[in-house]
């Protein structure tokens, strides 16, 4: 089945910071991959998704970029706020497999 | 309607009770799922639903039975349940039986003493 690998587990930036994480995957046939960030004792709620047809997607502080060439593919966040600390989740699926393979999280903290 | 509801919030129940958590959606999803997700875990899939029929049981116990009555309701009945087995339950539905455009619920907080 399909592994998702996602560095680092714990993030710690300063307000104004980039922050940056990274998944692999290991499914080649994996097309889809969604972002969560889910806040303590809330439901991880989709921040941003990227297809295996496009390399970048942007939402206003928010990016996703894809390699499929290299089964990864990576969140950033600019111009970072206190509000963005949470844990974030990657995802990765297959149009046949309609279930979501998680990341293990990592905990994000800004500081102001 | 543009949300999954799970009711109820919290439960506590000892390991001899039977108790059931729902889900309900009116976007016209038609596949919904369960979820189990322990602190500081990601979400581990349980069961899946396509078109109101089971078509993923990621080897859950049998201890924990899925029902969809309908394309809108989703339940799980808890029996015999483990301390172990506490943890926030989690539904999720999408449009079709594709992964895209999940919506979560926001979880059954279960504890099991």
């Known amino acids: 089945g399909e592994n998702v690998e996602q560095h680092p587990s714990t993030l710690s930036v300063q307000e104004g910071d980039s922050a940056v994480i990274k998944c692999t995957y290991s499914?080649?046939?994996?097309?889809?991959f969604p972002w969560y960030k889910q806040e303590l004792g809330k439901r991880p709620q989709l921040i941003i998704d990227i297809r295996s047809n496009v390399g970048e997607k942007k939402d206003q502080r928010i990016a996703v970029t894809l390699n499929k060439t290299a089964k990864h593919f990576s969140l950033h966040i600019t111009e970072t706020q206190p509000e963005d600390s949470a844990v974030y989740f990657c995802?990765?699926?297959?149009?046949?497999?309609?279930?979501?393979?998680f990341g293990k999280g990592t905990s994000l903290l800004v500081t102001p | 309607d543009t949300e999954v509801t799970q009711t109820p919030k919290h439960l506590v129940m000892g390991m001899t009770n039977k108790k059931s958590l729902k889900c309900e959606q009116h976007m016209g999803h038609r596949a919904m799922y369960w979820y189990k997700q322990k602190a500081k875990k990601p979400p581990e899939l349980m069961f899946v639903y396509s078109y109101e029929k089971l078509s993923i049981n990621e080897s859950v116990p049998s201890r924990f039975s899925p029902e969809c009555p309908n394309s809108s309701l989703l339940n799980l009945h808890l029996h015999a349940l483990q301390p172990e087995d506490s943890a926030l339950y989690l539904c999720?539905?999408?449009?079709?039986?594709?992964?895209?455009?999940?919506?979560f619920g926001s979880g059954t907080r279960l504890t099991v003493v």
């Open positions: 995802a990765a699926s297959r149009n046949s497999g309609y279930a979501l393979n």
């Open positions: 499914d080649s046939a994996s097309n889809y």
């Open positions: 999720a539905s999408s449009p079709s039986a594709e992964a895209y455009g999940y919506t």
